[in-house]
């Protein structure tokens, strides 16, 4: 998304009362974007634009705390499927699939477009190649084709680095920018790649795209920040997938044990993150992880605290149903001191039944 | 939670191995995906029983044309797409019979239905939990009256947390259709919810 992209939007009117009131046109233009930019969907360029406005327009602030009120309000409506319904769904499913044929054996897909396919086409290119490496016979055009060709090459290279920067691959560079210090960059997306890669885009002055294996610290530190970006609840969930992703496959590694950065990331994320969603994200992450004392006391803190029932619904089963598991004194405490103050009927129920399983009481004396 | 693949080239032998044939790989599939699957449908149909049929009616169609997935886009996008789909044909049928399940009329007022699943905790101030009460059930009946691409657009960005760029892809939109959906969305619960915020 660019700046110019967004000009339908920004042509509404904002509909609250403090919109309708404003007659200027910067204050018009920055409160149609706010939700926007609580969602993390401006450009660099417009983020910029509308931080420095509201700098310096009261006004526009008082607005942007009543939409980041009303994004609250949202969430006190999400609901999160019962165990008990996704089990049963699950067992319909499987039984329908063994009634049905399995699905025809079909040729493999086809491999993703090769970066060679470009718009002038296959052939020509592969002419090109040939000329410049194996296929010239003696004495045919190939042979003064290969000086003209590298210098082709060379030229197609300076140009295409002059004209298009942005799509240079970063990762040798990476070393040399200073992505991670504040201020200097903001990661606007992440996304895994195949083979162990994750792409990362930053916005600096410009955005551009940086990719390598998490094992890269430079990656690394990167991920860590969009983690516990504060404007972007999307990019803190699909960087939370990641690290989660990272954490399976350490886990599968007998002999490795999960960074302790991730988990602490994880374990912030679920302490302190204002965004349901994302809590339950790095609850995902940290279920493997139950054992660990640290990551324990933070599944306990979210089983009594986390003001989402969803959070506290998961909590018990990370706390519980783990693999390796054992329930120990003080998680049956913990379910207790729930049971004292937990309002909601359905997170009492599954923490009535897990200490009935334990035959422990539900009340403390 | 079923974790999600960690790379996509896990995820893309896995496929293969289901359009094989592979019934343990499907399986694998389905776990990695269904949650959210069922999430997505819960929230945007606020109906249990809604819900577990567009889950069922879902996987079953990813099932059956497995072998027409050729990794155009990626196995999230390509289940979304089906499972979206399924969900506005259920909100445009309950738009054409006027009707939304999810708060039924009582002697006794307005009942959910979704109250039988979790709902927010509130501290044990009374006044306070009338509040919060009166707010998410504003909140679900604005939801009600978006149209159904506004609520689908609103649903997999504020709770499923997708770019915009994500849901255009599931929805069959650019980028730009998809956020000015949003922005109509957001716009009409911020009218509605003028007075609670």
Known sequence: MNGNESGKVSGHAPANAEGAASSDGAC??????LSLLLYGELSF???EKLESHLE??????????RETRLHAAFDQVAVEPPASLLNQCRQELWDKLKDLPPPERVSPAPAPPAQRTMWWGHELWDRFVDALTLHAEPGSAGKWMRPVGALALVAIGFLGARMAPGLVPMNPAIGEM?????GSAHVRYVEPGSGGQVQIVVDETRQRIVSGRLDDSKIRSLLLAAATDPSDPGLRTETLTILNGAILKSLAQADHVPAADVRDTLVFALRHDQNAGVRLK???????????PEVRAALASALLNDENPGVRT???DALTAGPGLSVDRDIVGTLQELMLHENNAYVRDRGRLVLESLKASPETY | ??????VQSDEAALIRAAQEGDQDAFEQLVRAYDQSVLRLAMNLLRSPEDAHDVYQEAFLRVYRNLNNFRFDCSFHTWLYRIVTNLCLDQLRKRKVRKEEPSVLTTPDGPLDRMDAVPEERVDGDPQRHLFSGQVRHRVKEVLGQLTPRERSVFELRHYQGLRLRRIGEILGTTEEAAKNCLFRATQKMRAALGDFV
Not at chain 1, 28 to 33: G, K, M, N, T, Y
Not at chain 1, 56 to 65: T, V, Y
Not at chain 1, 178 to 182: F, H, N, R, V
Not at chain 2, 1 to 6: D, G, H, N
């Open chain 1, 28 to 33: 018009d233009w920055a409160r149609a974007q």
């Open chain 1, 45 to 47: 360029d417009e983020e």
């Open chain 1, 56 to 65: 310096a327009c009261a006004g526009c602030r008082q607005a942007l705390d």
């Open chain 1, 178 to 182: 200073s992505l991670t210090e504040p």
């Open chain 1, 282 to 292: 790095a609850m995902e992450g940290l279920k493997p992880l139950a054992r660990d």
């Open chain 1, 314 to 316: 998961q909590a018990i």
């Open chain 2, 1 to 6: 939670m079923a974790p999600r693949m960690s």
